[in-house]
């Protein structure tokens, strides 16, 4: 699934690719907004980010899609 993250006084969005489910994603977040703790996302490469519950703006999830590659004819 591909994440995109909104940060609060932010002008870019972060954007990370991750193996987990749309419902694990929805669960962290309402876990974290809850809590008032931290979302905590880990990609498919194992790259963690870390971001403070107060601090977010938005969570796109949405399935991630790979363009196509080479050329046309």
Avoid: C, W
Avoid at 25 to 50: H, P, W
Wanted: proline share 3%; hydrophobic share 45%.
């Amino acid at each position: 699934m591909e994440v995109k993250i909104g940060v609060i006084h932010v002008n870019r969005e972060l954007t990370i690719d991750t193996e987990l489910d749309a419902k694990a994603i929805e669960k962290q977040v309402q876990e974290a907004l809850t809590a008032g703790g931290v979302l905590s996302l880990t990609d498919a490469k194992g790259r963690r980010v870390v971001v403070p519950a107060e601090k977010l703006a938005y969570v796109d999830v949405t399935a991630g899609t790979a363009g196509p590659v080479g050329f046309r004819s």
